[in-house]
């Protein structure tokens, strides 16, 4: 089973925001924490693979609960808000930039969001985990180990993409490459903009194609799916800052606070000051990050 023994950073309090976007590190779970106990979500700033390696508990990640124990393999990506609830949990976390697997054959998205692992797969990657892990520390500092480093995450990734099951069934091709290019669009524009239309004209389609794509994709309509990302970005900035409510919504498109705190309710279920409130205990929410099957990298909520 791999320990957070094997990590130097195992002791640090006081993790630093994530280095160059070709860095790769190996941190503790408890690391990641915000404050004792996980007082609040986090708001992640590198591409993440944590592996729990002892205990129990939930992982809520962008408020959507996930039950672990050893074993429990999750994927998180940057701007994603995570928190652990409900138990003490340990875990290795692999931390890397969008650059660390520039040139290599691999797609880091294909991974499953949340997998429990078993058998002779659990057995594989807890081998190469700890690999992993034992050389980041034994050659920290060394340039010429970053190289073998790479490579090491590169084959745990494409392990993981070929554990039975890992793939959902994807959405007919069409629909499902006009919905990537919609989420690609909603990432960039989702703060100014959260018309179907204006996306419809950037993409040179159709509202309806949109909609037609966004539902065979995902079930919802292309309104639905704009609308969630913006009141997931919502969520997480209410969640793990301590910025102000107006100024969240101004950020999001929302000049007047009272229209921020009617969609924010309609979507979430609560106003946004009881949704802070409540953000040092759990909450039943129903925003979930809109993504196509496979955890597709174009989907919703990745930024």
């Known amino acids: ?69 050893p074993g429990t393999l999750l994927r998180a990506h940057p ?32 991974v499953p ?12 990657v807890i081998s190469e985990v700890t690999q992993l892990a034992v050389d980041a520390e034994r050659h920290a500092g060394v340039p010429a180990a970053a190289a073998l480093l790479r ?58 194609t949109l909609t037609r794509a966004c539902l065979a994709v995902t079930g919802r309509s292309a309104k639905q799916v704009i609308d969630e990302r913006v009141a997931l970005q919502a969520s997480r900035l209410l969640a793990a800052t301590d910025e102000p409510i107006a100024r ?5 498109g929302f000049p007047e606070p009272t229209n921020f705190g009617r969609f924010f309710t309609r979507e979430v279920g609560v106003s946004p000051g009881a949704f802070r409130a409540g953000r040092e205990r759990p909450i039943p929410v129903r925003v979930v990050r809109p993504r196509p099957p496979a955890d597709s990298p174009a989907a919703p909520g990745r930024a």
Do not use: K, N
Request: charge should be negative; glycine fraction near 10%; include cysteine.
């Open 248 to 252: 969240i919504g101004r950020r999001l």
């Open 113 to 124: 969001a949340y997998r429990q692992l078993a058998g002779e797969d659990e057995d594989a």
């Open 79 to 110: 701007g994603q808000a995570l928190r652990c609830v409900g138990g003490h949990l340990d875990a290795t976390v692999v931390r890397w930039g969008a650059g660390t697997l520039r040139g290599l054959d691999v797609d880091p998205d294909a």
């Open 151 to 208: 490579h090491q995450l590169a084959v745990l990734l494409l392990r993981l993409t070929l554990l039975p099951g890992a793939a959902d069934r994807p959405a007919p091709r069409p629909e499902r490459e006009t919905f990537e290019r919609l989420c690609r669009e909603v990432e960039r524009g989702y703060r100014h903009t959260r018309r179907v239309e204006d996306y419809a004209a950037q993409l040179g389609c159709s509202v309806r």
């Open 1 to 69: 089973m791999v320990t957070t023994g094997h990590l130097s950073s195992a002791s640090r309090t006081d993790l630093p925001p994530f280095g160059r976007d070709d860095h790769l590190d190996i941190v503790a779970l408890r690391d990641l924490a915000p404050g004792p106990g996980w007082s609040r979500p986090v708001l992640l700033d590198a591409e993440l693979l944590i592996l729990v390696t002892g205990g129990h508990g939930t992982a809520e990640l962008d408020f959507r609960a996930l039950p672990c124990r």
